[in-house]
């Protein structure tokens, strides 16, 4: 898979999932991107929640070709990817409901790959908005980037289906890295108990921990900018979640940082591997 090839920009990609849906997945995928793209970053934030694709609808735009069309001859990547901001903020549009891109089998994912090889190396972060559970495309997608966020929220039902994912993709692919977020918490300590508990469960059962990159507090501006289809850091960007969420921008920054040696020697996306 021509992907493999040596990273010259030290990309770091990102895939950001959930266990179920409804959890702000896609508005936290949105406000990262958007506020590291206000950092000065180049990004491209990629939709391949293909079941319900809706980052588009957060933004208010309607794209003119989509993840669907990369499929077809001819249709290259420039052609697909769509301007959100100018000077670095990209998207490509997933196609929704399309049967075929449902469960994107290896030949499919290969000729996305492949194409999207000769744009890739071009931004400073990838995010793939994921769809919600553990069908095998999620799965997949999720285990060949370099970092995944799990994002949940306290209540039961979220961490169940959040532990779900984390302990099939380390039995399928043999991934022991997660970072989490807990979206609507109503405190810092609620957000700190619910990976607490998340995290016993993965120690206990599964032998690993995951991280814990923070939380964004409940607030009423996020459902606002939801529905003013604007992003919550444009929208009000000094509300508490948006601060929170420039919190997650710079740890994530601050990771790839770190790592930017390893980055530029490793392939932007990881080979898929079975456990």
Excluded: W
Aim: charged share 25%; with cysteine.
């Amino acid at each position: 898979m021509s992907q493999e090839s040596v990273n010259p920009r030290s990309t770091l990609s990102l895939s950001i999932l959930s266990g179920k849906g409804g959890v702000g997945k896609t508005n936290l995928t949105l406000n990262l991107a958007y506020a590291l793209y206000r950092a000065n970053h180049k990004m491209l934030v990629m939709d391949f929640d293909v079941g319900l694709a809706n980052v588009d609808v957060l933004l208010g735009i309607s794209p003119e070709k989509t993840l669907q069309d990369l499929l077809r001859p001819g249709v290259t990547p420039r052609d697909v990817v769509a301007e959100v901001e100018p000077g670095g903020f990209d998207f490509l549009p997933a196609a929704s409901g399309v049967p075929e891109l449902l469960e994107l089998d290896e030949d499919m994912r290969d000729q996305v790959f492949d194409k999207l090889n000769d744009v890739l190396g071009e931004y400073d972060y990838l995010l793939f908005d994921l769809g919600a559970g553990i069908g095998k495309t999620v799965l997949s997608l999720a285990s060949m980037t370099r970092m995944r966020i799990l994002v949940a929220t306290p209540e039961p039902t979220s961490l169940t289906d959040c532990y779900a994912v984390i302990k099939v993709l380390n039995a399928s692919h043999g991934v022991r890295d997660f970072q989490l977020v807990v979206n609507q918490a109503s405190s810092a300590k609620e957000a700190q108990t619910t990976f607490e508990r998340l995290n016993a469960a993965c120690r206990r059962f599964l032998d690993l921990d995951i991280g814990y990159l923070g939380c964004v507090h409940t607030d009423p501006n996020v459902p606002d900018a939801v529905r003013r289809q604007v992003p919550l850091i444009k929208h009000a960007p000094r509300c508490r979640a948006s601060q929170d969420i420039l919190s997650l921008a710079i740890k994530i920054g601050r990771h790839r940082a770190e790592n930017k040696a390893l980055l530029m020697d490793k392939p932007i996306l990881k080979k898929i591997t079975a456990a």
